[in-house]
């Protein structure tokens, strides 16, 4: 009989546990579940994969424990060419913006890839649901390597993984220049002299770079966090380079925690000391017993074999606290995405049950107060708000690819981007 789970080995000897104040609680929504096959599952719900009321309800529980943030899937291919599985998704940044009011805590960070996507747009877009959500906007760095993804637009020719991420770095750095081209108080309004904006607060990024050509400024004001929480996955080495360059968050996909914490490892050198949460990808199949999970995944694989993208633990809610601890006690390592390959049972196990246990152990904030006011994202990862590169004191100095222009007074707003 196969183990009931996947949980990996204690730490290696060289990477000996420490003590860890707390774990980093995120999960990824998608559909039914990662699994293709979850909308065969019973409490699953597929005549509403695709409305509000589906995804009000797979965001409920998570916002109601207090997870750290929700990760919004998202790319530019059906992710399947069988009839029997799961297809399609909603726009992820859209998605997000609709659940910002009908959420209270949790982050919401979208997936955007940034092969297809112009910078300009991706910045306005995070922008404005870190606006709409009072500050709790992150945005999932993607990137899109098929054919199938390049077709769609046909404006490109797919590229390989290497290039891609290159690519996506320099967009990171874009974004988060014209995140910063409205200084604080841009905005003035003031009735008395006819001023709403204060024109030499905004900034050209005059960015132009081996992929892209951007002159800014953005034409949303800065949000509440001034720079919303980056996440890039770390899953290769060509993705781990960008992460090192410029996230705030790294999800590490590996197949057991040794090789996550020697990976963690190998992205605070590269990242030179910057300041780095590191979150192990977890896949979770939760069932009260774990005769009954294992049962649920055979069901699922002989309908569509799924091998794991992560590390996968199919168990009880209490075999999970038990790797959770081992996370929690890991070097280098912050936390865990939870990602259930079925929705809403191995969620609702996971807050329920998973998440009050974490708090008995200190390993999770207590539950909030009614009424107490939500942290910013930024400030659930323990990350100050910048300042304005372009502010007088800001805490980003621009590089020389992106240093504004004399102060003049900013044309329209424009951006180019163009291919290798």
């Not at 183990?3 to 730490?11: I, K």
């Not at 409490?43 to 529980?61: C, K, Q």
């Not at 896949?283 to 009260?288: A, C, D, F, Q, T």
């Not at 800001?394 to 020389?400: C, L, S």
Request: hydrophobic share 45%; charged share 20%.
């Amino acid at each position: 009989m196969p183990a009931e789970t996947t949980a990996p080995p204690a730490p290696a000897a060289d990477h000996a546990p420490r003590p860890h104040p707390g774990l980093h609680l995120a999960v990824e929504l998608d559909g039914a579940g990662r699994h293709p096959a979850a909308w065969r599952e019973r409490g699953a719900d597929p005549a509403g994969l695709f409305t509000s009321a589906h995804w009000r309800r797979a965001v409920a529980p998570a916002d109601a424990a207090d997870l750290d943030l929700v990760v919004l899937p998202d790319e530019f291919r059906l992710l399947s060419g069988r009839e029997g599985e799961q297809r399609g998704r909603l726009e992820a940044a859209g998605l997000a913006a609709h659940l910002a009011p009908l959420t209270r805590r949790t982050g919401l960070v979208p997936v955007v890839t940034t092969t297809h996507t112009e910078a300009f747009h991706t910045s306005k877009a995070i922008a404005t649901l870190d606006l709409v959500s009072t500050g709790r906007a992150g945005w999932q760095v993607g990137v899109s390597a098929t054919e199938q993804e390049a077709a769609a637009f046909g404006r490109r020719p797919a590229a390989l993984p290497a290039q891609l991420w290159e690519e996506a770095a320099e967009t990171v750095e874009v974004v988060r220049a014209l995140w910063d081209s409205w200084e604080d108080d841009a905005v003035v309004r003031d009735a008395a002299t006819g001023r709403y904006v204060d024109r030499a607060r905004l900034h050209h990024v005059d960015h132009a770079g081996r992929h892209l050509s951007v002159r800014g400024p953005s034409i949303t004001p800065r949000s509440p966090q001034g720079q919303p929480l980056v996440v890039v996955p770390g899953e290769d080495g060509a993705a781990r380079d960008a992460a090192a360059a410029g996230a705030d968050v790294v999800r590490l996909t590996t197949p057991d925690l040794a090789v996550a914490v020697h990976r963690a490892a190998e992205l605070r050198a590269a990242a030179g000391g910057r300041a780095l949460r590191v979150l192990l990808d977890v896949e979770v199949l939760l069932r009260p017993t774990g005769a009954e999970a294992r049962e649920v995944l055979r069901r699922l694989d002989a309908a569509a074999p799924t091998p794991p993208r992560a590390l996968r633990h199919v168990g009880t809610p209490g075999t999970l606290l038990g790797l959770l601890r081992q996370v929690a006690a890991a070097d280098g390592l912050d936390g865990v995405v939870a990602v259930p390959l079925d929705l809403p049972a191995s969620l609702d196990a996971l807050t329920a049950q998973v998440v009050p246990a974490l708090r008995a152990e200190g390993l999770r904030p207590p539950a909030p107060a009614p009424g107490e006011a939500p942290p910013s994202l930024r400030a659930r990862f323990g990350l100050p708000r910048p300042a304005s590169r372009y502010a007088a004191g800001g805490t980003t100095a621009p590089t020389a690819a992106t240093a504004p222009t004399a102060a003049t007074a900013p044309a329209t707003p424009t951006t180019a981007a163009t291919g290798a």
